[in-house]
């Protein structure tokens, strides 16, 4: 009988042994399923299973949006600014290796080893950039080319889709929601003090040229412009960045000329250039020298929407921002 309880027993411990080595196997069955996060990006998609650690950032505004999404401690490298980060960055910023003062080579990228690239422009991701997507992606590296500023006519909402997305990628929801949110509470007051336009301004938008001048038509500065009261001269060609014609610039007679300011040439430059040029002595905005200087970084489709919005706004309507 004594044998008999010692086999039951041994049988029993035996048997909770092998439910419990199940159940861990389990566990760690369940560990392994990774959610798998696929976002389109254009015309390539990404599949993330784990937030990126080692991440690289090319160009000024997505490298700024990584950092106002607390994301610098993933951030192994950071290229091509474009002015001064923002003061509320420059913190975190200073810890991040700068590779390369421009866009870095594919070796130097590679040196940093990266498990992420984000990308501002589709420069970014050329044979004279870092290499292309597929060429990364065969490296085991995802790359994210930041969509609102390489499509026609792109909207806030489309600056704060690659917020979230980003915010997905990185596993970071809760704090991309807050950024846009109060992204969208900023920008909505501004537009209040606008109040409502029955008349936009006709704004031209000088980014540099001297044969021709080279103008923002449907890119994020025409979205910007309208919501600040104004109206772009040229949105009604289906580009972004666009070439035109000084004739067709005093044709359209602007109200007010926003110099965007960046690169060598300096905005006293460009402003002497327009103020002497024969052509333009009748254009309005030259004739009042209504100029508003915006740095390219504002222009740019990332946090800074806000400044952009505030300056284009005080420019084109002074009075309704008086303290």
Not at 99 to 122: C, N, R, T
Not at 168 to 194: H, Q, S
Request: with cysteine.
């Amino acid at each position: 009988m004594k044998k008999n309880v010692f086999f039951i027993l041994i049988a029993l411990i035996l048997l909770l042994a092998s439910c419990g080595s199940l159940k861990e196997e389990g566990k760690t069955k369940e560990a392994n399923n990774k959610e798998i996060v696929t976002i389109q990006n254009l015309d390539h998609e990404l599949k993330i299973t784990e937030p990126p650690k080692r991440a690289v950032s090319l160009n000024q505004h997505v490298t700024e949006i990584m950092l106002a999404l607390g994301l610098e401690d993933s951030m192994v490298g950071t290229a091509y600014l474009d002015d001064q980060i923002l003061p509320e960055y420059e913190e975190a910023y200073k810890n991040i290796p700068v590779l390369s003062k421009k866009y870095p080579s594919y070796e130097v990228l590679i040196a940093s080893e990266p498990d992420f690239v984000y990308g501002g422009w589709k420069s970014a991701f050329t044979e004279k950039g870092v290499g292309t997507i597929e060429q990364l992606k065969k490296d085991g590296i995802n790359a994210y080319l930041h969509e609102s500023s390489n499509k026609v006519a792109p909207t806030m909402e489309d600056v704060f889709q690659d917020i979230y997305n980003i915010g997905k990628i990185f596993g970071v929801e809760d704090r991309a929601e807050k950024l846009t949110n109060k992204i969208e509470k900023e920008m909505n007051e501004i537009e209040a003090k606008i109040g409502e336009v029955k008349d936009p301004i006709p704004v031209f938008i000088y980014d540099s040229g001297e044969k021709e001048p080279f103008t923002a038509a449907q890119n994020f500065m025409n979205d910007l412009i309208t919501r600040a009261g104004g109206e772009n001269i040229f949105g009604n060609i289906e580009k972004g960045w666009t070439s035109a014609s000084w004739e067709e610039v005093v044709k359209r007679n602007p109200e007010v000329i926003v110099i965007m300011d960046y690169g060598e040439e300096t905005v006293e430059q460009k402003k002497k250039f327009l103020e002497n040029h024969p052509i333009l002595q009748a254009v309005k905005a030259v004739k009042e020298k209504r100029f508003v200087v915006l740095p390219l970084s504002a222009g740019s489709e990332g946090v800074r929407s806000t400044i952009a919005l505030k300056t284009l706004a005080e420019g084109f309507y002074p009075e309704k921002f008086l303290e």
